[in-house]
Antibody, heavy 116, light 109 residues
Framework: EVQLVESGGGLVKPGGSLRLSCAAS????????MNWVRQAPGGGPEWVSS????????YYADSVKGRFIISRDNAKNTVYLQLNSLRAEDTAIYYC?????????WGKGTTVTVSS | SALTQPASVSGSPGQSITVSCTGISSGDGSYNLVSWYQQHPGKAPKLLIYVGSRRPSGVSNRFSGSESGNTASLTISGLQAEDEADYYCCSYVDNSGWVFGGGTKLTVL
């Protein structure tokens, strides 16, 4: 079964850091680009970052550029998102999704809450 | 959002509805790979349509997608109560990433 499982979310103070992980299974991980998408309470999905299969092409949304870092370990079938300098507006459910011509497989998400 | 959707649409069971998504044509071809997602409360988005009009296996043929000019459309035929959800269009922007529409809430009357 194709599956993505996110972990690492939690409550963090403004200015703090967090590292999210997304473990993939059931498909050939190193042939897909991977993405992080977040959804703030009551809002729609917002794409955050993408990394291609060999980590050569990496993109970020302007809202997180310079603060978040995406990476992947193909040996561990895992993609990561390092969240730094967190702000209240980063509070959201963070989903990882694999992509080819669309984001076709999504995890269930992990919740990040930024609050003092 | 660079992609504009109506905030809400509604229809009765058995009817058809269409959700529009405007802004898919940037003029330089950088917007492409339009997809549509369905999201029920508390759940992750689910892919309904990709590359404008293709349906993943397992998605009902009551869902169809099309594109014309600057607008993509999602049509749901034979509305069912379980179709009540939020719907989002999404497009890939070359050398940039993905952009989502603001979402449309479908109410089945």
């Amino acid at each position: 079964e194709v599956q993505l499982v996110e972990s690492g979310g939690g409550l963090v103070k403004p200015g703090g850091s967090l590292r999210l992980s997304c473990a993939a299974s059931g498909f050939i991980f190193n042939t897909y680009s991977m993405n992080w998408v977040r959804q703030a309470p009551g809002g729609g999905p917002e794409w955050v970052s993408s990394i291609n299969s060999n980590s050569v092409y990496i993109y970020y949304a302007d809202s997180v550029k310079g603060r978040f870092i995406i990476s992947r370990d193909n040996a561990k079938n895992t993609v990561y998102l390092q969240l730094n300098s967190l702000r209240a507006e980063d509070t959201a459910i963070y989903y990882c999704a694999r992509s080819a011509s669309s984001m076709d497989v999504w995890g269930k998400g992990t919740t990040v809450t930024v609050s003092s | 959002s660079a992609l504009t959707q109506p905030a809400s649409v509604s229809g009765s069971p058995g009817q058809s509805i269409t959700v529009s998504c405007t802004g898919i044509s940037s003029g330089d071809g950088s917007y492409n790979l339009v997809s549509w997602y369905q999201q029920h409360p508390g759940k992750a988005p689910k892919l309904l349509i990709y590359v404008g009009s293709r349906r993943p296996s397992g998605v009902s043929n009551r869902f169809s997608g099309s594109e014309s000019g600057n607008t993509a459309s999602l049509t749901i035929s034979g509305l069912q109560a379980e179709d009540e959800a939020d719907y989002y269009c999404c497009s890939y922007v070359d050398n940039s990433g993905w952009v989502f529409g603001g979402g449309t809430k479908l109410t089945v009357l």
